[in-house]
């Protein structure tokens, strides 16, 4: 009778000890909401004015809790239905693009899909994040972001692409798809929907040669200076990603971009994260008079940080960003005021 080898014990690198890492989640839920579990405080309180925007509008609540397993959570309930599945609608790829952009700038990079659970309301999209807990001092600080899309497999979508590389970009797909490009179109909120011939480049059946300009495209951003930061599952149904998130670490801030954005995100220089110091909003008495009609406005301009339909937006100045040491401010129970932020799970209105 022969014994089987002993094993030795699994040995830890160092990396396993000298370097923690800090992990949270996002989940999109239902139409109009937003989990986020995990995520240390100074990105929750910054993410509210980033989707808020400079006339209020965007977040209708915010309710803070721990759940069972002692995670802090909190749900950001949006206004209107900005979250759909529908191919066609280019918000959803313009919150997706928001949302990670900003967890970007805290140094928080998407890790893997998880598969949706089956809850109430029902959850389209699930990510992990991770940062590590003391990062470098060099650590690059980006600027912006920006994504391309395959909403269906004859569509390429670019969103939110710097104002001073959009011919190059743009003049770069065109001449890797060719001849496959029927016709392109530019869309309200500042994006691009290119239509392509019918292929199926991203079906199931489809050939090598129909991935070769995807390929490509990824390979060209990356020696222009914008690397490849996460690749999505979440349009179609095929096992290729369809969703592909850049990074632009020196890039410029489009003069356009939404004053809450700039404001809250990009005036630290010498920090990664902002303290937010809100004011109170005092009650202005209307006048009596004839009615004023406002202008029309999308349902996302809060959130487009490109083409605003208003040319010269003032900065509200509701909040005041200040940086704050960063080492001393990476978890949430290093915050006096932690508690209080997830206390009982009290929903906050900002309507």
């Known amino acids: ?3 089987k080898p002993r094993r030795g014990a699994f040995k830890r690198g160092d990396s396993a000890t000298s370097s923690p890492t800090a992990f949270g989640r996002l989940d999109l839920c239902g139409s109009n909401i937003i989990r986020l579990v995990g995520f240390p405080l100074d990105v929750l309180e910054g993410l509210q004015p980033v989707l808020r925007g400079d006339d209020g509008r965007g977040v209708l609540n915010v309710k803070k809790y721990t759940n069972e397993k002692g995670e802090k959570t909190a749900v950001l309930t949006l206004l209107g239905k900005p979250w759909t599945t529908d191919c ?7 919150l997706l693009t928001v949302i990670c952009g900003h967890l970007h700038k ?7 899909g998880l598969p949706p659970p089956r809850t109430t309301p029902p959850v389209h999209l699930s990510i992990t994040f991770k940062r590590p807990v003391h990062p470098p001092s060099d650590a690059p600080r980006t600027r912006s972001v920006f994504a391309i899309s395959f909403p269906t497999p004859t569509l390429v979508r670019t969103v939110s692409i710097p104002a001073v590389d959009e011919p190059l970009i743009f003049t770069e ?3 890797l798809w060719g001849g496959e490009v029927r016709d392109y179109r530019s869309l309200a909120d500042g994006c691009y929907d290119i239509r392509l011939r019918p292929r199926r480049l991203f079906s199931s059946n489809s050939v090598g040669d129909n991935q070769t300009p995807l390929s490509a495209l990824i390979e060209y951003l990356h020696s222009k200076g914008f690397p490849l930061i996460h690749s999505l599952h979440f349009h179609s149904k095929s096992p290729y990603p369809d969703f592909f998130l850049f990074d632009c670490p020196d890039g410029p801030v489009r003069e356009d971009a939404d004053p809450a954005y700039v404001n809250h995100v990009l005036t630290a ?3 990664y994260y ?11 008495k209307k006048e009596r008079g004839p009615p004023t009609v406002e202008p029309k406005k999308g349902l996302f301009s809060f959130l487009r940080g490109r083409r605003s339909s208003n040319p010269n937006p003032t900065i509200a100045p509701a909040a005041v960003a200040a940086v704050t040491d960063f080492h001393s401010r990476h978890s ?3 915050r006096p005021d932690a508690s209080s ?6 929903a906050e209105s900002y309507m």
Do not use: C, R
């Not at 066609?88 to 313009?94: K, M, Q």
């Not at 902002?274 to 202005?284: H, I, R, S």
């Not at 932020?341 to 009290?346: E, I, L, R, S």
């Open 1 to 3: 009778m022969t014994s």
């Open 88 to 94: 066609g609608n280019v918000s959803t790829d313009i």
């Open 106 to 112: 805290h140094l928080f990079q998407p890790t893997t």
């Open 173 to 175: 797909i065109l001449g």
């Open 269 to 271: 220089q010498d920090g």
């Open 274 to 284: 902002p303290d937010l110091v809100v004011e109170k909003k005092t009650k202005v």
């Open 332 to 334: 949430l129970d290093s």
């Open 341 to 346: 932020f997830y206390a009982n799970g009290v």
